[in-house]
C-alpha cells in the first residue's frame, strides 16, 4: 500500500475521482464509493486489476492510501501508476 500525503485539506471522492479520470485517461474507469464505503475511490483499467484510494484527513493536510486489488503483479504496478498521478497531480498542491 502506498501512502500519498498532499498539503490540502477537505479533498471529496468528487475532487478526487475528477483529477483521477483527469490524470489517468480515458482509458480508465474512475468510480466514487458505493454507500457501503465512504471515502473511497476507485479506479480501474481492466477486469483483473484495480485500485482502491481512502481518503483520510490529518492536520493541515489529507492522506490517499493506494491499495491494488486483483492480479498481484499486476496490481502493484496500477497502484504505483494511480499513486504516481496523485503526487503528481497541481490541483492538490494547496490553495
Do not use: C, K, N, Y
Not at 479520470?21 to 480501474?44: F, T
Not at 492510501?65 to 499486476?74: D, Y
Request: charged fraction near 20%; aromatic fraction near 4%.
Amino acid at each position: 500500500m502506498a501512502r500519498v500525503r498532499v498539503p490540502r485539506t477537505g479533498v471529496t471522492e468528487a475532487e478526487l475521482a475528477t483529477v483521477l479520470r483527469q490524470r489517468l485517461g480515458p482509458q480508465w474507469e474512475v468510480a466514487g464509493a458505493s454507500g457501503s464505503h465512504p471515502g473511497e475511490v476507485v479506479a480501474r483499467r481492466s477486469l483483473l486489476t484495480a485500485v482502491v484510494v481512502r481518503i483520510s484527513g490529518v492536520p493541515g493536510a489529507t492522506v490517499f492510501r493506494v491499495r491494488g486489488v486483483g492480479l498481484p503483479v499486476a496490481s502493484l504496478v496500477t497502484a504505483r501508476t494511480v499513486a504516481d498521478a496523485l503526487r503528481r497531480s497541481p490541483e492538490f498542491r494547496g490553495v
